[in-house]
């Protein structure tokens, strides 16, 4: 029961937050007062109460803007992360026809090319040691490039904007401080006397570098049918003014190669340490497809094991981590079987929720056989609802597909 908010943010600035959650949940049970008005949550019923839809509020529980805002490059116009509720629901139809199924279906011969240079170059490699996080960085990042701004960084050829890919990081922890550091007002007073550090050089170079991107595919007038020219051409009433692309695309940069590249690093790991898994896995894929061009989309989402592998290692290390807060509404509500006043910031932490006994056998095991259909009985207690590593309600990740 914290009575301040130093605790807390000194677990931020450190960068062991979500440890420093999960250590309290375990000690404390699901819910836990992490600061004065802060509450952190650690079961599947917080994921419904705070970020689904009621009738009375149709997009979840409040953002805490003071935190989202930290992400953005402060020119006043909102990216779906902090736009009221009507400016979101038009944004985000603006972009979700790119993210449907048949959207990237279209898109699959762009993302096949770069997956075939992401092979090629770690054959060229064979023998060597390879980073495989930046492998991951480079391939995710010369697609959603693409996706974006109509060409690639070619990072998987001559990684020229390594530097940027690296900025990235400076970004998310600046983002992260600066959220913290405005629970602090006489902290943000004086922090504008202290010099720009190195963390905040790299957050300007990633905000500079996108819009210099941007502004480079703004400048050309094409129909190829990228993110910038469907924001444009979406259904009446529902497309995106320049600033508003301006704001989203730098969080959309992060969110559609970061996240990922998490994941898939924290598959290799656990496939590399489970050989049993790996084999099973291996037998389902060389069994489906011939040669490797026989390899796509829709038969990737046919195999079972596949899927439960991918899930497994999304419960395991969570590609977002860390909490997304919202603010309770007036004049309050009940989470979780309890009732909370207005004001009040609240969160599910998703690292502890899907590393919690009281939520999942065996949590910290990788067992990706509790996910198929024929699961032991010893997985019948899993609480799925607690998994949630896209959120739920209105303001879920786009790019879950």
Known sequence: MAASQIPIAYAVILGNSTAWLKALHDRYGSVVRVGPNELSYADAQSWRDIYGSHPTRRAGMPRDLAGFASMEEGTGVSSLVTASEADHMRMRSAYTHFFSNQALASQEPLITSYVDKFIARLYGAAGQQVNMVDMFSFLFFDIIADFHFGESLRLLEEPTHVPWVKSQFGYIRSS??????????????????????????????????????????????????????????????????????????????????????????????????????????????????????????????????????????????PAVPIPMPRVVPRPGAEISGRWVPAGTRVYSSPFSTQRSTANFYDPHAFRPERWLMDADVCFSSDNKAAFQPFSLGPRSCLGQE
């Open 176 to 317: 992260q401080m600066l959220a913290t550091l405005m629970d602090f007002p006489w902290v943000m007073m004086f922090s504008r006397l202290i010099p720009s550090g190195y963390i905040k050089k790299q957050r300007d170079a990633y905000f500079r570098f996108t819009n210099e991107r941007l502004e480079q595919r703004l400048a050309v007038e094409s129909d190829r049918p990228d993110i910038v020219h469907l924001a444009f051409h979406a259904p009446e009433k529902r497309t995106l003014t320049k600033g508003e692309l301006r704001a989203n695309t730098p969080l959309f940069m992060f969110a559609g190669s970061d996240t990922t590249t998490t994941l898939l690093s924290g598959l290799l790991v656990l496939l590399g340490q489970h050989s049993a898994v790996m084999k099973r896995l291996t037998q389902e894929i060389r069994s489906a497809f011939r040669t490797s061009s026989d390899i796509n989309m829709k038969k990737l989402r046919e195999l079972e094991y596949l899927d439960a592998c991918i899930k497994e290692a999304h419960r395991i290390y």
